[in-house]
């Protein structure tokens, strides 16, 4: 294997946090990040442009894992968990992207609510990691295929089953552990089986050691940057990316939460903002397109083919499972993305693909984060029911005012669908999680 | 994709007093006592909105000149949570009340502003955390809404804003005393319980 593709000799990121010395970010040592899987499929080496967005936001990705934020109780009274951080990337064109750093550093500071003070330097010629020196043989990506970012996730399995109906696709996923990688393939397989066009997997690994900091808020950055990257190396001008509204607007279930604890990772001004820096940084327009934005999880589930129930059940949407490296990790049930996706199949009449074991795990307060999701859904239907729906909304959801991307009627309608969900299926949630608790003390 | 929300919930021992006083059913008038005592506490512990009139000042100018969501949704937000929390207030009632504060003087923005900000602190700080508790306890949620809406415009939050705007970064702000009925000890026989307490 080519070492710089292993990232063994790769030169280092350097990055420093709140006005400590800098310290280098070794590539191969302290982070990986492979892409032969991608570059042997497209039988072409990643573009520079292309190679640097990716390589930029592993490091980003790498820092922010690394930096642990202060706990609440650890920080003064009323102050955000905002961390200082700087970065000095290597990149193969430094001057292109310095004339980014504002669009970047705007972009970090939304998705992670971080002070991002970020520099780039010359990168030596082929010590990417991201650079191959190997020939190719033939390419494998059928003509015309759609580039869409595929995640493990439900949302982007059943726009991906949808997407299949129409046409041949390339799924752009990137995965930090085996277990997260195998749950990739197997839906993927089962939504190509399912299906007379084809998915092409195109997969990114990356790998973080000794990580202090379970947050992660530019994941969403790093999964974005592979699928610009590799619609770039498949000479394409667009990426598709199927997330729910809900769950992509991710409103704050309380008002306790502030920024990011909300996460941003496919809001629609994120997509915005990644969409402008790949169109300036190109010189080229570059458009996320985000097809679900306007439907709820359910009803995003309800146009997926019949034929994908297979696939679709075996999705993972938990928080506590899709980041612990242990095979066949249980989703937990009590996380705000399982009782999403226990809500949304139940409203869809999909109970028959929930998960049949759940694993609560210490400290995830099942009932607390069921209650927080119904008592902003109780928020919602109060200002849903007055005579000016959407000002009542944005004056309840102040973080509706980024929402640029859908007219004010869509969310409206956005969001009394959802909370007719709940009002239909509230019982069925909560009796439905309590069974599953009280079977597992059984068995 | 997974998002890993976080969801602080540690309520400080004022708020948890607050929290008490729903389980014991105290009445709302008591409690609306304790909400802004606890409110004038936080805002005196994290030093206030010290940006506040300027804010007003700014939320009015916004009114009358016009309002773009654009340069709001990339401008970085202050780490300090109540300045973060008026600066949100300032855009959402900038976006759905432009005509209406253009109309105002820079002062009635200022107090409007103002009593925003202080329900928005007793929500960040206060009743959302303990609005998933309280239900855990029994209490309905529209109900709960209802009570807490009532709370955010009652007149002993209203005083402290007022306060809050001559001490904008808290410093010795203290919440409007209770007013307490003084009644001849024959007139006490007629009176409600209730209303003693």
Same mark, same amino acid.
């Given at each position: 294997m080519n070492p710089a593709i292993s990232g063994l000799s790769s030169p280092s990121t350097r990055f420093a946090s709140n006005g400590s010395a800098p310290v280098p970010l070794r590539f191969g040592a302290d982070m990986t990040l492979s892409g032969h899987a991608v570059v042997d499929r497209l039988s072409r080496a990643l573009p520079g442009l292309a190679a640097d967005l990716l390589e930029i936001a592993a490091s980003i990705h790498a820092i922010d894992r690394l930096v642990p934020r202060l706990t609440e109780r650890q920080?003064?009274?009323?102050?955000?968990w905002t961390r200082s951080l700087r970065a000095d990337i290597p990149v193969r064109d430094p001057d292109r992207w310095r004339q980014q750093i504002p669009l970047l550093s705007q972009l970090l500071h939304w998705l992670t609510d971080d002070d991002w003070s970020v520099e780039f330097s010359p990168l030596q010629p082929?010590?990417?990691?991201? #650079?191959t020196p190997q020939q190719f043989l033939f390419e494998t990506v059928p003509d015309g295929a759609v580039p869409v970012l595929f995640s493990g996730g439900l949302d982007s399995a059943a726009g991906l089953a949808s997407e299949l109906l129409h046409g041949d696709a390339v799924g752009i996923s990137m995965h930090t552990n085996g277990w997260m990688d195998g749950v990739q393939r197997r839906v993927l397989a089962a939504l190509n089986e399912a299906s007379h066009h084809q998915c092409v997997p195109l997969r990114y690994r990356i790998s973080v050691r000794n990580?202090?900091?379970?947050?992660?808020?530019?994941r969403g950055l790093l999964f974005l940057a592979a699928g610009v990257a590799t619609a770039w190396a498949m000479h394409q001008d667009h990426l598709r990316v199927f997330e729910n509204g809900i769950g992509a607007v991710?409103?704050?279930?309380?008002?306790?939460?502030?920024?990011a604890q909300a996460t941003k990772s496919v809001h629609p001004l994120t997509l915005r903002m990644v969409q402008d820096l790949a169109s300036a940084v190109s010189g080229r327009s570059f458009v996320i397109d985000a097809?679900?934005?306007?439907?709820?999880k359910a009803e995003l589930l309800r146009c997926?083919?019949?034929?994908?129930g297979k696939a679709l059940g075996l999705t993972v949407s938990c928080d506590v499972g899709f980041a612990?490296?242990?095979?066949?990790?249980?989703?937990?049930?009590?996380?705000t993305s399982c009782l999403l996706r226990l809500q949304s199949l139940t409203a869809a009449g999909?109970?028959?693909?929930?998960?049949m074991d759940i694993h609560e795990r210490k400290g995830h307060d099942r009932e607390f984060n069921l209650n927080a999701m119904i008592w902003q859904a109780t928020r919602m239907r109060a200002c849903l029911e007055s005579p000016e729906p959407w000002q009542r909304m944005v004056s309840e959801?102040? #973080?509706?005012?980024?929402?640029?991307?859908?007219?004010q009627q869509e969310v409206v309608r956005l969001y009394r669908a959802y909370v007719q969900e709940w009002s239909s299926n509230e019982d069925a949630v909560r009796s439905r999680g309590l069974a599953r608790r009280d079977s597992r003390t059984v068995a | 994709m997974p998002d890993d929300d976080k969801l602080p919930r540690p309520l400080s021992a004022r708020w948890r007093r607050v929290l008490n006083a729903f389980r014991a059913g105290e009445s709302q008038e008591a409690i609306e006592h304790h909400v802004a005592k606890a409110a004038a506490d936080t805002l005196r512990r994290t030093h206030g909105i010290p940006d506040l009139p300027a804010l007003g000042t700014q939320m009015y100018l916004d009114a009358a000149t016009g309002y773009g969501a654009d340069s709001s949704s990339r401008r970085a937000m202050p780490t300090h949570i109540p300045t973060r929390l008026a600066r949100q207030a300032v855009d959402a009632m900038s976006a759905v009340m432009k005509e209406r504060l253009a109309l105002t003087s820079p002062d009635t923005a200022a107090l409007l502003l103002a009593r925003r900000v202080v329900a928005e602190v007793v929500y960040a700080f206060g009743l959302d955390r303990m609005a998933p508790v309280l239900m855990g306890y029994g209490f309905d949620p529209a109900e709960l809404h209802h009570r807490f809406e009532s709370i955010a415009q009652s007149n002993p939050l209203g005083e402290l804003a007022k306060r809050l705007l001559a001490h904008p970064d808290g410093t010795g702000l203290r919440a409007p005393g209770r007013r307490r009925l003084k009644l001849a000890t024959a007139d006490l026989?007629?009176?409600?319980i209730e209303e003693m307490l």
């Open positions: 920080r003064p009274t009323g102050v955000v082929g010590a990417g990691m991201l #650079d990580s202090t900091e379970a947050s992660q808020r530019s991710n409103l704050p279930f309380l008002r306790s939460q502030q920024g097809p679900a934005m306007a439907l709820t997926a083919p019949s034929a994908a612990a490296r242990v095979p066949e990790h249980r989703a937990c049930g009590a996380c999909l109970t028959g693909l929930l998960p959801f102040p #973080d509706l005012i980024h929402v640029t991307s859908l007219t | 026989m007629d009176v409600d």
